[in-house]
């Protein structure tokens, strides 16, 4: 499956952008989801994950209540609200792929397919 990530941005600190992660060569919907973001100069840190259904979710702490992940597997979609920005958001957010695994993982090294990342900026 490929990956294709878009919606990032330049933002002021408070603002919102919408994450969208476009799958296609087959259906989704058997996979868990994440996205990972890594900001500059520091290690790929996990957001946010999804089951297959979408009926469990998962935030790191930080992101809880700002963040919002959902998919819609009918159209192959996987996105990411993000609300009340801050400056420390800023970084290269990627969405990445379970292979025939139904929950999400917080560890990287546990998906096997990624999309090329987009820039999220958020401004003081």
């Known amino acids: 499956v490929q990956l294709q990530a878009s919606g990032g941005g330049l933002v002021q600190a408070g603002g919102s952008l919408r994450l969208s992660c476009a799958a296609s060569?087959?259906?989704?919907?058997?996979?868990?989801m994440g996205w990972f973001r890594q900001p500059p100069g520091k290690e790929r840190e996990f957001v946010a994950g999804?089951?297959?259904?979408?009926?469990?979710?998962d935030y790191t702490a930080s992101m809880k209540g700002r963040f919002t992940i959902s998919r819609d597997n009918a159209k192959n979609m996987l996105y990411l609200q993000m609300d009340s920005l801050k400056p420390e958001d800023t970084a290269v957010y990627s969405c990445a792929a379970r292979y025939r695994k139904i929950l999400y993982n917080r560890n990287s090294r546990e998906y096997d397919y990624w999309g090329q990342g987009t820039q999220v900026t958020v401004s003081s």
């Open positions: 999804i089951s297959w259904s979408g009926r469990i979710t």
């Open positions: 060569g087959r259906s989704f919907s058997g996979y868990g």
